[in-house]
């Protein structure tokens, strides 16, 4: 069991009914999906009747990574208080302000997508977080590869140069074949989680709703601060060593007083 949902109540319907009753509200920039169709925008109802229409051969659009507490700030009540085993989580507490306009404190990102849509590639987390993703309607399909594996995924920074995994292109990638894949099933209820440096990508089976949450502690900590510096410009990389270095500080001192 990761992240609980009261009553099981998260379905398509109920997302789509949440909106309807918002009325002129659903026209606002913060409760429209982000993302375009052609040259428009799509209200929520819109995108959840191409999610239910959905198929392998004519996948609905991928809603992921939307920041759960901006987009529908009355759904955050369903899903608190997360799970202990979540913890510790560094991206929150005094002094973590800086890392928020990519990771806001790791408060739940939410995805939402039909049959047949998938994750555009296969990649691992960026600045090496851990990630716990909970399935909370709908099935998904994950396909996993160790971080030892890294050599013969022709990484690209965090992501692969691959592209389509179960089509691979092998005469132009042979190490490919070398590579040890892990795939299943995610069902409702179920959580996963991905450990920094973990690659994966998904496909989403039936209608699907997840949530995600990145962490960052100690477990991670050399990884991620070493990928935050190298990804500063060179003008201010000292600058966040040393924010880095004040921060990790703070919350060594922190846990010993715990």
């Known amino acids: 069991m990761g992240i609980y949902v009261e009553n099981n109540s998260w379905d398509m319907a ?13 026209q606002s920039e913060q409760l429209r999906v982000m993302f375009s169709l052609g040259n428009r925008e799509l209200t929520i109802d819109e995108f959840i009747g191409m999610v239910m229409n959905s198929s392998d051969e004519n996948p609905a659009p991928y809603l992921r990574n939307v920041h759960l507490e901006k987009f529908l700030p009355e759904l955050m009540e ?22 928020n306009s990519r990771l806001h404190g790791g408060n739940c990102e939410l995805y ?21 993703l909970s399935q909370i309607y709908g099935i998904k399909e994950y396909t996993i590869y160790a ?60 209608p699907s709703i997840t949530l995600s949450v990145a962490r960052v502690n100690e477990s991670n900590w050399k990884d991620f601060s070493r990928d935050l510096r190298v990804g500063a410009p060179a003008p201010f990389r000292p600058l966040v060593a040393t924010y880095l270095t004040g921060l990790r500080l703070m919350k060594a001192i922190t846990s010993s007083l715990e």
């Open 14 to 26: 109920w997302i789509e009914r949440l909106e309807s009753r918002r009325g002129v509200q659903a």
């Open 147 to 206: 971080p030892e594996d890294s050599a013969y995924l022709y990484p690209n920074m965090n992501t692969s140069r691959v592209g389509d995994i179960d089509n691979v292109d092998l005469n132009k990638f042979p190490l490919f074949a070398s590579a040890k894949r892990i795939r299943f099933h995610l069902n409702p209820g179920e959580t996963l989680f991905v450990p920094a440096g973990w690659w994966h990508t998904t496909k989403i089976i039936t």
């Open 112 to 132: 939402i997508g039909g049959t047949g849509g998938k994750f555009p590639v296969l990649h691992f987390d960026t600045w090496h977080i851990h990630t716990f």
């Open 78 to 99: 369903d899903v608190s208080p997360l799970p202990e085993y979540f913890s510790p989580n560094w991206l929150q507490g005094p002094f973590t302000k800086p890392l």
